[in-house]
């Protein structure tokens, strides 16, 4: 019986609580975490195990410590509850002031966004370290926006997107090793691999949804990595594939050495480091506005409508007689080949590749970018990249602790924004004036 | 002449559990069609069948005179015949125009602006609501949204399953009333699934009762509706 059923002034009572009965609510709910988090805290910080001097197992007891991370825990509680109201977690999914402001700022963001990262190498100040980082975040930007075309749109829950970044930077690899094939040639062909890996992954999961096709992805993900390692005579195994050519100029080289037929040489510049790095950042941003391009231009299509509608209801979809594999196939190739891309380019500018850097973690950090982004955001899934990757980086004086910054700011998001920075859509088409559809009010996980 | 839709002893289920057994009917163009039944009598098992999932075990289903037995789905979609799901299905974080563009979609070529119009004039609230999210309508909009949405396929049968489940009584009858305006206006033949026995009977020319996977009558939809036995069985013994 629900409190609304009791009827008279007690149910008045329970829907408005007079301020009072909500600092005695909040109390009891933070008295309920503290008690969570008592649970957790006694056996994990509160019973330490150390070496005893006998050599055998000496148990210390750290009960302070214990307490100070159980009155945090009470103290934030009661604090989050406090500020959020009586009902304790309830989100601010109401379009307000904020939804508004957001979406003025994104009107804008987005042409400023562009406009610093195509005039970044220029900005005084900006150096090797700032250019890497930029590198870097562009590289998520762009395996955020290829995720985002299966995840953010079509609705199919990935969790080994890293595959084919591992299937894009061998197949560059091997390809130059083995063929001595150039980065020009390689990385249209590392996409069309990893398109079709995608697809390969597509058939066997085309009845799956959700849960169960977030499982497979993940085998998936881990099955391409185990592979690489064992694999040994083809892929160099555990040791990674070293001296994988840097990337030309359209065939002008970078050297340091100078000289006819070399990048600095050709244009009559002072040889230098910076070129190539400027040169990679280049690319990488022309890679990543392609796939934002693509994306876009997709979304106005049947295609891109379809994909989003099969988020929203498959069978709805197949009543439509629109055929679902097809759609389900073309979003993981597509998807696939972005990140394919990125892999190729992540090869040659690292210029040495092994399993390490394909682990799970990385699909992870990848859809992360893209649920915070708002699914299905492309702005979103921008900034994501750039405040989680680039908070990476802000916070590595922090050492292990910036894995616990990083987590709680994950939590901070999720509970102001659940549906991500962006969580609102655009219609990819109207008639007539165009206006923002917001994700909130409907069900989460649609 | 040839019905549109014939089913011929049609057989189907999921898994171990029989759904149809033997079921046949047949709708002739421009005639309204309905099926009665009661909760898991196999009504929508039966549209989802003629749409082609899941497949039929045994007999055949011919639209049009052509057998489309075992086709798939989207094939058969494209053949004309379109269907309104049960619970409306609409796309909710999709705008009003866009859930209609994706019925469009099964439209082999051409301009959905025609049919956009045919389906303004027959439900004009959802003109006004174009811009609006499909899961922000009220459910009697979301079903007009959802029977608007199929007849942008231009079809020429339309498989309606249960319009009325969970609307308000003058609701049903404003969308009951937009189907008979439907058929009369432009002889468009409709198969209605539904388990509001009385107004179905009423609407439709003639009717099928399906009882665990069996049709067990069939006829005139008033002269159907006048037998005492569906009068106890279906309209709650009188009262309806």
Redesign the interface.
């Known amino acids: 019986m629900s409190a609304s059923d009791r009827g008279g002034p007690q149910a008045r009572d329970v829907n408005r609580p007079r301020p009072s009965s909500r600092l005695q609510l909040a109390l009891k709910d933070a008295l309920v975490a503290t008690a969570v988090a008592a649970a957790l805290f006694v056996p994990l910080v509160a019973l330490r195990t150390d070496i005893g001097a006998g050599g055998g197992l000496a148990l210390r007891f750290r009960w302070k410590e214990a307490a100070i991370l159980c009155g945090l825990v009470f103290l934030g509680r009661l604090a989050l509850v406090l500020w959020t109201g009586r009902r304790g977690l309830r989100p601010s999914t109401a379009p307000g002031p904020w939804t508004d402001r957001l979406q003025q700022a994104g009107r804008l963001a987005a042409p400023a966004f562009l406009a610093v990262a195509l005039v970044l190498p220029a900005i005084p100040g900006i150096d090797r370290y700032e250019l890497d980082l930029g590198i870097l975040v562009l590289t998520y930007v762009m395996l955020g926006w290829g995720l985002n075309i299966v995840v953010g749109l079509a609705g199919l829950l990935d969790l080994g997107y890293v595959a084919f970044y591992a299937v894009g930077a061998y197949s560059y690899a091997l390809l130059a090793q083995y063929f001595g094939l150039s980065f020009w040639i390689c990385l249209p062909l590392a996409g069309i691999f990893a398109a079709f890996w995608g697809i390969l992954l597509g058939f066997p999961v085309l009845r799956l949804r959700g849960d169960y096709l977030a499982i497979v992805t993940l085998a998936f993900g881990e099955i391409i990595r185990v592979v690489l390692i064992n694999w040994a005579s083809f892929t160099g195994g555990p040791n990674g594939i070293t001296g994988i050519p840097r990337p030309s100029f359209f065939g002008l080289p970078f050297s340091m050495a100078g000289g006819e037929g070399t990048f600095a040489g050709f244009f009559g510049l002072e040889p230098s480091v910076s070129h190539r790095v400027i040169f990679l950042y280049y690319l990488i941003l022309g890679l990543a506005l392609l796939t934002n391009w693509v994306t876009i231009r997709l979304r106005r299509q049947p295609l891109g409508r379809a994909w989003e509608a099969l988020r929203e209801d498959e069978i709805a979809c197949r009543a439509l007689g629109i055929n679902v594999t097809t759609t389900k196939l073309s979003a993981f190739a597509l998807g696939a080949m972005f990140g394919g891309f990125a892999g190729a380019f992540f090869a040659t500018r690292q210029a040495f590749i092994s399993p390490e850097s394909f682990t799970f973690i990385e699909s992870a950090i990848i859809l992360a970018i893209v649920v915070l982004g708002g699914l299905g955001s492309q702005i979103g899934v921008a900034v994501a990249a750039l405040v989680l990757i680039g908070g990476f980086e802000v916070f590595r004086g922090l050492e292990e602790w910036r894995m616990l910054v990083f987590g709680g700011a994950m939590v901070v998001i999720m509970v102001l924004r659940p549906r991500g920075l962006v969580g609102t859509r655009t219609p990819s088409i109207a008639l007539g004036k165009k206006r923002t559809i917001s994700g909130d009010l409907v069900g989460e996980g649609r | 002449m040839t019905p549109l839709l014939e089913v011929d002893r049609v057989s189907a289920g999921y898994g171990a559990v029989q759904a149809l057994a033997e079921v046949s009917l047949h709708v002739m163009p421009g005639e309204i069609v309905t099926l009665i039944g009661a909760n898991g009598a196999g009504k929508s098992t039966l549209l989802m069948t003629i749409?082609g999932?899941p497949k039929p075990r045994m007999g055949r289903i011919l639209l049009g005179g052509e057998d489309i037995t075992g086709e798939?789905?989207?094939l058969?979609?494209?053949r004309g015949l379109?269907?309104?799901?049960e619970g409306r299905?609409?796309?909710?974080?999709?705008?009003v125009?866009?859930n209609l563009?994706?019925?469009a979609?099964?439209l082999v070529k051409g301009d959905p602006k025609p049919q956009l119009e045919q389906v303004f004039t027959l439900f004009p609230r959802l003109k006004e609501r174009?811009?609006?999210?499909g899961?922000?309508l009220s459910g009697g909009e979301q079903q007009m949204l959802a029977i608007g949405?199929?007849l942008m396929?231009k079809p020429k049968l339309l498989l309606l399953d249960e319009p009325s489940l969970g609307l308000a009584p003058l609701v049903v009858r404003q969308i009951f009333g937009a189907i008979r305006a439907l058929n009369a206006e432009t002889g468009l033949t409709v198969l209605l699934v539904e388990q509001n026995a009385n107004q179905a009977l009423r609407l439709a020319h003639r009717g099928y009762v399906l009882v665990n996977g069996r049709i067990t009558m069939e006829g005139e939809g008033l002269a159907l509706l006048a037998r005492p036995e569906i009068r106890d069985a279906y309209l709650g013994g009188g009262h309806g």
């Open positions: 749409c999932d798939a789905t989207h058969t979609m494209r379109a269907q309104s799901p299905r609409i796309f909710p974080r999709m705008s125009y866009e563009l994706m019925g979609e099964a174009l811009a609006q999210r899961g922000t949405r199929a396929s």
